[in-house]
């Protein structure tokens, strides 16, 4: 099927063919000016249909079980007629080339159901970029009929804070025994958590698991209160044996049902969307800066002079500046 | 003393004033648009006098022993007669409250130290403008005659990116028994490494220390060669005894011989100076477009409709995009 038109695109998306969805994502992503104005055609065209998911953050180190979570978690779902989608934020995915989620065998089952759809990470650019992508692919998802939208990030700090800018509950993975990490930059991705799950808590894990539990109810307890009124949970599940993920989605639910009753939910969706106007000006900014042609006639000169040492970075800089 | 022109501030940190130092690295790191003009005037009268010094950059988990190392082996350097500057980066101090040196208590002997220069990570905006305002600040430390630049960072990935982009030595520091951490984005981190010294190697210590190191050499095995052509080492450290802080300067210096005469040191900072030369760029574009009269004047509004839902994001930022 040959797509031409923002229309093609958009009757694909909305029919639900995901084909069409996964292409419409790749121009998104793409840096190519000419994909842009389509890309942003299809964009405003799918904004009215979107908005109607729960879209779920869920962070942790590397190992700590995200993708067998959210195999186990999203299978559960579908099964229950839901349409889930799979997104990803992995801002070390450019360095170490692949993503987290480019690896689909790592949720075979939920990759090869029809009810799911599974995006990695874009790769290229900055982390305020990828994550602007990721937000517009969530617009997309939406208007393709997506109920859960989950969105996985590495725990690096950073990368937590540009995925709780887009979700309405953040989900934060721990291992048992890992102690040490309740403090710094954790304790900044505690106070966004809405709530704490030790996974793996399976088998010789189970003891551990239990003391984890407790270590962080203790940990939260000198967190801030959030402002959505909400006191963050903690609990513990095992991708393994299934244990405690219905819990945990029931939780989730519980959330959805207190924020949308004490109005955060809207609240917050709409801070959400003050801030992604920001981050799209910023990238628009530079987009027409660097497609400008006469600066794209000076900028190769101007690298030149400066790996040379001729130029300071901040006269080049000047210099590039004048050309807009 | 009253400073009033670009040339006061300049002759007062040539001069080696520290507290002019102190308020032109504070005019760089101000939004407010009457101190940028005579910021950027001192910044390019700086540069010609910037650049002589060795720029090591710190990084390390939370408790990985940071500031404890920076004040013994700044110590050592300043009776040796040099002198020595402390930087940090902290993206997660925006959140938290209080940067990783805002208490310089951590360094109280340094601190006390005519020799040394302590300043806190710029608090305000992104990591990406964070990062910006201390590269701007080695410049003006660099012309104030400081010849070691310590730059500090906690471990949270993409800063250690933004560090390695202004530094000429990446040192990492880890604890005994993190094995877990070599996973993940810790790779990507020890990829950029140039050497990785395991802290608190002291009393009991010291054994997991010795294990620890040679898991870090086996792990530095299955990284690929640095395009500086050094090969990474792995030291261990105790801030308490001061055992190893010595050598481990020592390698530093053996490094920048090493880099220099390969000419892997000049190329890197050409290299890096490109990528300054972007990232005031970008800085430049945001700061231009938002104090743009007709841009502040619909802000608000757009702002407001976005919060009521009566705009999307993306609608409100081209609606935007169109004062500029």
Chains 1, 2 share one sequence.
């Not at 997104?87 to 989620?101: C, Q, T, W, Y």
Request: net charge neutral; with cysteine; hydrophobic share 40%.
């Amino acid at each position: 099927m040959k797509l031409h038109t923002a229309d093609d695109f958009f009757e694909g998306i909305r029919s639900g063919h995901t084909v069409t969805l996964a292409r419409a994502i790749t121009l998104i992503e793409s840096n190519n000016p000419e994909h842009f104005l389509l890309a942003e055609e299809i964009l405003l065209k799918c904004i009215p249909y979107s908005g109607n998911s729960i879209r779920v953050g869920i962070s942790g180190v590397p190992g700590a079980g995200k993708s067998s979570l959210i195999e186990v978690l999203g299978s559960k779902l579908t099964e229950k007629g839901k349409k889930v989608a799979v997104l990803a934020i992995d801002p070390s995915s450019e360095r170490s080339k692949g993503s987290i989620l480019g690896d689909k065998t790592r949720m075979e089952k939920l990759a090869a159901d029809t009810n799911a759809f599974i995006r990695p990470s874009p790769t290229s650019g900055t982390l305020g970029g990828v994550a602007l992508k990721t937000r517009e692919t969530i617009v997309l998802c939406e208007a393709a009929g997506y109920e859960i939208i989950f969105v996985e990030t590495v725990g690096v700090g950073q990368s937590e804070i540009s995925v709780s800018s887009m979700v309405d509950f953040f989900l934060l993975l721990v291992l048992a025994g890992a102690g040490d990490e309740l403090q710094g930059i954790k304790k900044g991705i505690m106070e966004i958590a809405d709530a704490i799950a030790v996974t793996k808590a399976d088998g010789d894990n189970v003891k551990p698991a239990i003391k984890a539990k407790a270590e962080y109810i203790n940990a939260l307890h000198l967190m801030p209160h959030p402002a959505s009124g909400w006191i963050p949970k903690v609990t513990s599940c095992s991708a393994q044996t299934g244990e405690g993920v219905k819990e945990l989605w029931k939780m989730i639910e519980q959330f959805v049902a207190f924020t949308k009753q004490n109005q955060w939910f809207e609240a917050n969706r709409a801070g959400q969307n003050v801030y992604w106007m920001h981050e799209k000006v910023n990238a628009e900014l530079k987009r027409r800066f660097y497609n400008n042609p006469q600066v794209q006639e000076k900028i190769k000169n101007l690298e030149q002079e400066v790996k040379e040492g001729k130029l300071s970075s901040f006269e080049a800089a000047r210099l590039l500046m004048k050309q807009n």
